[in-house]
């Protein structure tokens, strides 16, 4: 799955657009619920190194909430990892490139429901 392929899914669903709260950084998106602006999902550029010990190449990843109940049947799907950057009681990391839109918006539909009000 590709950046654009999410961001695009994300806006056709949810009516929600990429956030980049960051100054200067425009690789990093929060996405967020418009009524109480909690995020459901954090998108951003991440060496390959910090979520498998691999090399250092900078990959596109996607932070996701999840129910803690979940967390280890999730995490055996490819590409899904524990969280990087976040709590990892309550929230994964997908590389988008190792997985497709059809595997991840299971998930990313389950953060949302997780995260509104």
């Not at 994300?10 to 418009?34: G, I, M, Y």
């Not at 109480?36 to 910090?50: G, I, P, R």
């Not at 932070?63 to 979940?70: A, G, H, Q, R, T």
Request: negative net charge; proline residues 4%.
């Amino acid at each position: 799955m590709t950046r654009q392929q999410l961001i695009e899914f994300v806006q056709d669903e949810f009516s929600v657009l990429p956030d980049f709260p960051f100054d200067k950084d425009f690789e990093t998106a929060v996405l967020r619920h418009k009524e109480n602006k909690k995020w459901f999902a954090l998108l951003m550029k991440v060496s390959k190194s910090k979520l498998t010990g691999g090399t250092d190449e900078k990959v596109d990843v996607l932070n996701i909430k999840c129910d803690p109940i979940l967390k280890q049947p999730i995490l055996q799907n490819k590409g899904f990892y524990t969280a990087y950057h976040m709590n990892k009681v309550h929230w994964i990391s997908i590389i988008l490139e190792e997985t497709t839109l059809d595997d991840v918006v299971p998930y990313i539909e389950m953060s949302f429901d997780l995260t509104q009000k």
